[in-house]
């Protein structure tokens, strides 16, 4: 009987341990694929998002979306194509460092909720693929503080090979996301570019495409064509200009953009492309003093414009980059 009543004993010592163990062992799967969720912010698949959104508690919202082969700022803009390389870099290989101590974590929460960038990143079909918050940077600059949305332990994240606050990746604001191309256009994709100089008045002119060429015309009707044909390898270099010109900045909160503009312009643009659509420019000189005083004060040199851009945008832009297409209706026919 005792033999009978040990081996009863037994048994349920075995079976009851056996509960145990295949308990611990679930609680400890949950808790592994916790730590793991809260440790991954990368999302590898950089195709396969859509969507991403920002907002902190500025009021400061920003959403990329991608449009064709392109992104889109807040559904009206192009992407900077930089700004968008350098955040994809940081989503794609964004890594944890370290765990900070515990005497620090409750601090660092409430920075996060207080000053940090929430990340959504969403597929096509508008799921979440991560959700995360991005703070600010460690001491020495090496790191940066991030926390999955939902946890509850944040962490030192960095991206491998770069040393710096990846912070600044996300925290862009506003017109530092836009895509500062002035003129876009393939050559292919233009019908007409006319050049207005007015206080120049006779080296004004319009581009129009003719057949298979292009014609070149007097912008005022009072200046007398040339008898002469067009040039039409000139022609066609001078269109090849405005397939990627670039403003150096925008500056839509200028100070003095109201009196500006109110000033006669030195140049205007106005180029119409095959679809219908066009792009307007009036450019005004900015210019620089090469003395203050003295007998060279009277010598201006221009090197920006102040450009005025479909009466939308008010962009600084290089006399360097612009005076590629600062042509006259005679350079044209020489």
Request: aromatic fraction near 12%; charged fraction near 20%.
């Amino acid at each position: 009987m005792k033999n009978k009543r040990s081996l009863i004993l037994l048994g349920l010592l075995l079976v009851l341990g056996g509960f145990t163990v295949y308990s611990l062992m679930q609680n400890t799967d949950r808790g592994s694929t916790l730590s793991l969720e809260e440790r991954n912010f990368a999302v590898e698949d950089t195709a396969a998002i859509h969507k991403i959104f920002m907002a902190d508690r500025f009021n400061h919202q920003t959403t990329l979306e991608r449009k064709g082969k392109g992104w889109l700022h807040n559904g009206q803009h192009p992407v900077n194509l930089n700004a968008m390389d350098n955040l994809m870099d940081a989503i794609k290989r964004v890594k944890i460092q370290f765990k900070p101590p515990n005497a620090s974590i409750k601090n660092l929460i409430k920075s996060l909720a207080t000053e940090g960038i929430k990340v959504e990143i969403y597929d096509r079909q508008d799921q979440l693929l991560k959700a995360y918050y991005v703070g600010g940077s460690t001491p020495d600059e090496r790191g940066t503080y991030m926390m999955i949305e939902g946890a509850e332990q944040p962490y030192v994240a960095s991206i491998p090979g770069f040393t710096g606050n990846i912070r600044f990746r996300y925290n862009l604001l506003g017109d530092d996301w836009r895509d500062k191309a002035v003129f876009n256009v393939p050559v292919d994709q233009i019908q007409s570019v006319s050049i207005n100089y007015p206080l120049q008045r006779s080296e004004s002119f319009t581009v129009s495409k003719a057949g298979q060429g292009y014609e070149v015309k007097p912008y005022y009707a009072l200046t007398k064509p040339t008898s002469a044909l067009p040039n039409q390898s000139r022609v066609e270099t001078f269109l090849y200009h405005f397939e990627r010109i670039l403003a150096e900045s925008f500056i839509n909160e200028h100070p003095k953009k109201d009196s500006i503009l109110q000033q006669v312009p030195f140049c205007e643009i106005q180029l119409a492309t095959t679809t219908g659509d066009s792009i307007a420019v009036a450019l005004h000189p900015r210019y620089f003093m090469t003395a203050p005083s003295g007998p060279e004060a009277s010598q201006r040199i221009v090197e920006r414009y102040y450009a005025n851009v479909n009466q939308e945008d008010f962009m600084l832009v290089q006399n360097e980059v612009f005076k590629k297409v600062f042509w006259g209706y005679a350079f044209f026919f020489e």
